[in-house]
Every structure is written in C-alpha cells, then in structure tokens.
C-alpha cells in the first residue's frame, strides 16, 4: 500500500513530537466562507494569535493531492485569491487525494486531517448543522456527524446561526458530543453571543476543555468536544437584527436554487452585502477569539502531559 499523503511542516512537526501547543485551522473559511481581502487577513491573523499565546499554528488545506498540515504564507494566498476550489468534507476527501488536485477542508475533514497528524485542538468560526428547511432538503452538515468518529477539540461560536441552531444543538445531544460552552450559561449564535438556548455544561477554565477529552479517551468513547465559546461582546450584532438579514438571505437562496455545499457560502456572502460588512467584521473578530481560546487549551495538554 502506498504511503498516506500527508505532509507536516518541519516546524509543526517539531512542536508535535516535543509537545509544544499546536493548532489547526480550517481552509474553508479561507477558500469559501470569507470575502477578499478579509479572508486572508482573518487567516494570518488567527495564525498569529495562536503564537501570541505561545502555541504554533497548522492551517490545513488538499494541495496537489497532498494533506498539508502547516501552510506557508504563499499557500494561504492562493487558497484566498478567489480561485475555484472544492470544498472538501469526509465524503470528499479521499477522491481529492486520489485525484491529486487541490481543494480547501471544511470542518469534518479538518477534523480528520488534525486528527491523524496528532493536533488535539483546532480553532474555526462556526461549525455547520441542521438546515431550517431541514424537512424539506434533508440538509444536515457532515461536521455534526464528525463529532462521532474523531477524537479532537473544535473550538467555534456555536454553529452559523443561519441554521436552525435548537436543531443543531439537539442532534448534537443526541448524537453524544459533549458541548461545553465557556464562561456562559447559554448556547452561542455565531455572530450573537446568546441563542436564547440554555447550555447544561458551562466551563470557565480552559483546562477544563483538555480534561474533558482526556477522560473521554481513558473512558473508550472516541469522538470530540465542541468548545462553544461566544463572540467578544463589543463585535457581536444583536440576534434581532441579524435574524432579519437572515431572513432576506435564506428568501433569496430559495429563490436562486441554492442547494447542497453551497448554502453555507452563498448564504454568508449574502448576509455580507445585506448587513454591508458587518456580518464580515464579527466573524473576523470570533475567529480571531477562538484561535486565542484554542491556544490557551492547547497549552493546557502540554501541562496534563507531564
Ligand atoms: N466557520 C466560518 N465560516 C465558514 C465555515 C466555518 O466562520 O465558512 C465553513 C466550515 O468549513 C464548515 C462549513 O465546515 O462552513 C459548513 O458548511 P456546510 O453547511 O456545507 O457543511
Ligand atoms: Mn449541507
């Protein structure tokens, strides 16, 4: 059997093997979910509050049909220079690597790719979930069902709250993920720090993330922890207002056919001309946070480790 093709920066592979925090970062908020120029900038900035805080990144992207785990400034430019490029999730991921072409990883397949280079934290804006026309589409993201099969912290604000979050958050119950939520007692809304939905488990401390899936390994269970961690209060948008673009946009998907993995971007961008940036700038700022948070846990193994 040929070997897997995955390739880990020297530097990340250093911090790997002498237990140096890391964290991975997804491509396709880079690739698809942000506009230019802030896609890139959001990217370099989040690599550099990872080490800030003393933790190394490893942004994760397919190029040439290679697993890259660590990219160099170039990289992240091409992926956010407005190229056409898949989105890769579980299903996708190894027809990419056998076709040896490039594509962007969403949430499940940055899950994956982490996972098997040993990264036990990764940062990004907002998981996908359960669609509102759910009944309908039977549209419900890969990411949720990820949860079950691999082993890794996701740090997000909740899941994008163009989805229908009390649906999201209740399948992720079913499906046994443990969801923390830091420091409040609700549920996040993405680009709004409370969803109206009470959360049961509420975490002030980052360790308490490590501990958490420390305990799920000894006890055999397998699977992952979604770090639930709110916008900073001074760029969330009041949840009345955003509902309203949301609305809009969702009536405009509807009426142009969006359908399959492109709901979640057309609606973003969608929501980024209604709302004139804002919905941009708040999602820059809790991608920004959540790099900081899932630093802050990545370092907190290093401690357990010793
Ligand atoms: N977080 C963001 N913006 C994004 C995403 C996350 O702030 O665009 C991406 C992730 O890659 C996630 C995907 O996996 O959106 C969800 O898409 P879907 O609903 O098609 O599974
Ligand atoms: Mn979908």
Not at 123 to 143: K, L, M
Not at 148 to 173: F, N, P, W
Not at 201 to 228: E, K
Request: glycine share 8%; proline share 5%.
């Amino acid at each position: 059997m040929r070997d897997l093709p995955m390739e880990v920066t020297e530097e990340v592979a250093d911090a790997i093997s002498s237990g140096t925090p890391v964290v991975a970062l997804e491509s396709s908020i880079i690739a698809q979910g942000l506009p230019q120029p802030e896609n890139i900038v959001t990217a370099v900035a989040a690599e550099g509050e990872i080490r800030n805080q003393g933790a190394i990144p490893a942004t994760i992207a397919i190029i040439d049909g290679v697993i890259r785990i660590g990219l160099n400034p170039d990289e992240i430019e091409m992926l956010g220079s407005g190229i056409e490029l898949p989105k890769a999730g579980r299903a996708e991921l190894p027809l990419i690597l056998t076709a040896g072409i490039t594509a962007a990883t969403s949430v499940s397949a940055t899950m994956i790719c982490s996972n098997l280079a040993g990264i036990r934290v990764f940062a990004t804006g907002g998981i996908g979930g359960v669609h509102r026309n759910v009944v309908e589409t039977y549209d419900i993201s890969q990411d949720l069902l990820e949860f079950c099969h691999t082993q890794i912290i996701v740090v997000a604000s909740g899941a994008k709250a163009v989805l229908d979050l009390r649906k999201t958050y209740e399948m992720l119950e079913t499906l046994g993920v443990s969801v923390l939520a830091y420091e409040l007692r609700e549920l996040p809304a993405f680009w709004s720090r409370c969803s109206g939905i009470r959360s049961s488990i509420v975490v002030d401390d980052p360790v308490d993330f490590a501990n958490s899936l420390a305990m799920r390994r000894q006890l055999g269970m397998g699977g992952g922890i979604l770090a639930a961690n709110p916008i900073p209060e001074e760029s969330e948008i009041p949840l009345s207002q955003v509902e309203a673009w949301i609305d809009e946009a969702l009536k405009q998907a509807s009426l142009e056919d969006i359908t399959g993995k492109h709901v979640t971007p057309y609606l973003l961008s969608c929501l980024a001309e209604l709302s004139e940036g804002e919905t941009v700038r708040a999602n820059m700022s809790l991608v920004h946070n959540n790099a900081k948070l899932a630093a802050q846990i990545a370092t907190c193994f290093g401690k357990l480790d010793q």
